[in-house]
């Protein structure tokens, strides 16, 4: 499995048994003490407050990489370094939008980026596919945080 998906799914797992935990402790707490404090990812920062990215390791440019299995959403070949993505403006789709995407040579975004969860088919990015890095991540060449046998499926080895 690539480093990076491997980070996502431990951050993922990490917080859901953060979450089972805290909601076990805030059974067993209220009836006792008073509010649990734990630590989360955002650190001590309120939810209103924004905590500024940080990019440790930017990837250079480089050619695309391979897919683990058919399903997978690619990597992102290059970097992402101020590529911001709010509700007016997407830098993604200054590239790889239909409009764009042969004068930056970048491929188009799937046609399947356009169907709402209903099955209706927009003639722009679907609001479920509006933040990109929801499933596309660049690529960091870090050292596995847990060892696993993950193959590459058989049909694209
Ligand atoms: C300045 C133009 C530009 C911007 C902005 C840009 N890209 Fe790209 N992107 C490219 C180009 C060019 C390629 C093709 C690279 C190659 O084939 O070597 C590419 C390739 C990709 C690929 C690989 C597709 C594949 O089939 O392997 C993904 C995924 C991708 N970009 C996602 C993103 C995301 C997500 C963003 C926003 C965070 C973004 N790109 C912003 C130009 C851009
Ligand atoms: C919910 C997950 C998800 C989101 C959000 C998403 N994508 Fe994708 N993307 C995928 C998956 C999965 C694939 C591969 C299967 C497919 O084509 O649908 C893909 C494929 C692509 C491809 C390759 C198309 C090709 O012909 O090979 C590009 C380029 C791309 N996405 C760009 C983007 C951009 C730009 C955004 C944001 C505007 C975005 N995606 C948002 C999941 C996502």
Redesign the pocket.
Known sequence: MKPLTLLFKTLLLAAALATGAAQAQTQTASASTGPVKMDSLRGGVPIQDEIPTTHPRQERDH???DRDFVQQ??????T?SG?Q?TSNFN??M???SFQHSKA????KVSVTHFRTREGQELDNISPRRYF??QC?VPQTDAKPLVSNTFERARGLR
């Open positions: 050619a695309p990489s959403p690619p990597l992102i070949p290059h992402t590529y993505i830098k993604c200054d590239c790889h930056a040579g970048a491929p990109c890095n596309h």
